[in-house]
């Protein structure tokens, strides 16, 4: 039923109430009947008026509409050939001057952010594995309403668990939160939540890995993929406080198109659980797009068919692999240099006289804005051509999504 239908019926009810609750004033009146004085005529007139134009103002309160934009990006990595180039041009901004009128088009920011930060041992240039971004090269998060970023990666520890430390710590600073990393495993999984214009939405983070070791290494400090049990308890724990619930991970094999299963076991479970939607990074590439039908409650419904999701699932739910890279430095193919921001817009009709369970947001659309590096650290928004071919590559033939 549309948001229209729904609205209609609501006004509806809320007039009969009227009705009948201006009715039920009248009949207690001792004087209601055919002897009544047209004075008393007039004041019951001015009573049900009343409560025609309470009924009124409750419509009006609950056609109001609540809504928010934000953009969710790939891999954003401050170091090596990145914090090279900032260096050269003296220039901390530099990375995101080309997406500035996106950055700041939107309620608030999000992505994934690839190295610690460190004001002692910051890798500048070079080829190393191991990143640690100059702490003053990072003021353009901020700057760029980034307010959000997932720690959880496989660089979370090239500066050591004190790294990791200090890099959240200084993040929260900068009144940027974050998910996926803490001090204990309980802080690792703890959700974060943004609001904006009225909504809540609430983000938590985890990763295949830690240290760049294909996953052997566990620790107490960062989420993982593969806890499912963390996974569910964190998402049921949101829904009764969350309009909406983005579960972000870290994970795939590197330079491929498709999800590995690693994947696609966390992005299902986490809708199922009751995340709205799955947000990953880490292949460097753009990765397919699924519109996931959750596990029914009625084992008759099932899952549908791949591709036929969209048309048969009356709730499909978006799970984006991979957004490749955002902002980095390999710039050694047209693949990594591509990336893929979602500029994602929800809306809440609030409802302040009806009593009821907690309604989530809606999901009105999700924009998909291909990007180009440059210069070993500068996306763009990628040209009409550039962008046909990006979403190609992943079977998209329009850059917007609706449910």
Request: proline share 5%.
């Amino acid at each position: 039923m549309s948001r229209s239908n729904i609205t209609k019926i609501i006004i509806g009810v809320l007039f009969a109430l009227a009705i009948v609750l201006g009715l039920i004033q009248h009949n207690r009146d001792p004087y209601f009947g055919s002897n009544k004085t047209t004075y008393q005529l007039a004041a019951a007139d001015k009573s049900l008026k009343t409560y025609f134009d309470q009924a009124k103002d409750m419509a009006k309160q609950a056609d109001l509409k609540n809504g928010t934009t934000f953009l969710a990006v790939g891999d954003i990595m401050l170091s090596r050939n990145v914090a090279a180039e900032i260096k050269k041009q003296n220039d901390p901004a530099l990375p995101f001057r080309q997406m500035a009128d996106i950055l700041k088009s939107t309620d608030f920011n999000f992505g994934n952010f690839e190295n610690p930060i460190s004001s002692t041992s910051p890798v500048i240039g070079g080829h190393s594995l191991i990143f640690g971004a100059p702490q003053k090269y990072t003021t353009g998060l901020k700057d760029y309403n980034f307010q959000i970023l997932n720690l959880a990666n496989n660089h979370a520890f090239d500066q050591g668990l004190k790294g990791l430390a200090y890099t959240k710590d200084y993040l929260n600073s900068l009144s940027i939160k974050t998910v996926g990393a803490g001090n204990n495993l309980d802080q690792a999984w703890t959700p974060a939540e943004i609001e904006a214009n009225g909504l809540k939405i609430c983000f938590i983070g985890a990763s295949y890995s830690s240290i760049n070791d294909g996953g052997k290494t566990v620790n107490d400090y960062v989420a993982r993929i593969d806890d499912v049990k963390n996974l569910k308890s964190s998402i049921s724990n949101l829904k009764s406080k969350c309009d909406f619930i983005v579960a972000t991970m870290h994970a795939g094999v590197e330079y491929v198109r498709q999800p590995n299963q690693a994947q696609t076991d966390f992005a299902h479970a986490a809708i199922d659980a009751g995340a709205d939607m799955v947000i990953g990074a880490h292949p460097h590439w753009i990765q397919t797009i699924e519109r996931y039908c959750p596990t029914p409650s009625s084992p008759a419904e099932g899952r549908m068919p791949a591709g036929q999701e969209r048309l048969n699932c009356p709730n499909p739910k978006f799970i984006f692999y991979s957004l490749g890279n955002f902002i980095f430095d390999q710039m050694w193919s047209r693949d990594t240099r591509e990336g893929l921001a979602l500029k994602i817009s929800l809306s809440k009709t609030s409802s302040p006289a009806l009593q009821g369970p907690k309604v989530p947001a809606s999901l009105e659309k999700i924009e998909l804005i291909p990007i180009i590096i440059d210069n070993y650290s500068t996306p763009r928004p990628a040209t009409e051509t550039e962008a046909k071919s990006i979403l190609k590559k992943i079977g998209e033939t329009k850059n917007f999504l609706v449910p």
